[in-house]
């Protein structure tokens, strides 16, 4: 659980209660993966969901290119190139619409998609029945696939991870 609470947020509706989130996370996308046996129970999913993120230490690989959260802009492209260029995949990133009165798009999810066989990376922009299920949960949750141009990458509010 403390890791859940460090690397796995809700970034969009934060609070001290996260467990209705990780809920939802089981039921939408962990019971999808529970047709492998290596991810067929909620402690299998999240510590092999957490074992994989800190396997690719994305933050880290981020920070290798200069991009860090911040409260300047990056463009959409700095993330993409650099990452692509790590992980020799594509990867998916979507954003939050723009706050009122703002112009810019914020990052809200950086995807990256592993096979289902033996769970090495490949691209995101691969079809598969899967994205567009993620790709709708995304939207519902007022996340889209980033358009073309700058970004913000804000820091954290309560942890630098």
Not at 44 to 65: E, I
Not at 81 to 106: E, F, H, N, S, W
């Amino acid at each position: 659980m403390p890791d859940m609470k460090i690397y796995w947020p809700d970034v969009i509706h934060p609070s001290s209660n996260r467990t209705q989130f990780w809920k939802h996370e089981w039921e939408k996308h962990g019971t999808c993966a529970a047709q492998l046996d290596a991810l067929n129970s909620e402690r299998k999913y999240f510590g092999k969901s957490l074992a994989l993120y800190k396997q690719v230490d994305l933050n880290s690989m981020l920070l290798k290119f200069g991009i860090k959260p911040s409260i300047n802009y990056y463009h959409i492209a700095d993330f993409k190139d650099a990452l692509t260029r790590v992980y020799g995949v594509v990867p998916k990133i979507q954003c939050l619409p723009p706050k009122q009165g703002a112009q810019v798009q914020t990052i809200g999810q950086i995807e990256l998609c592993f096979t289902k066989e033996d769970l090495h990376l490949r691209n995101c922009s691969e079809p598969g029945e899967q994205e567009a299920r993620l790709a709708k949960g995304a939207a519902a949750r007022g996340m889209a696939v980033c358009e073309y141009g700058p970004v913000f990458y804000p820091p954290p509010a309560e942890t630098q991870h």
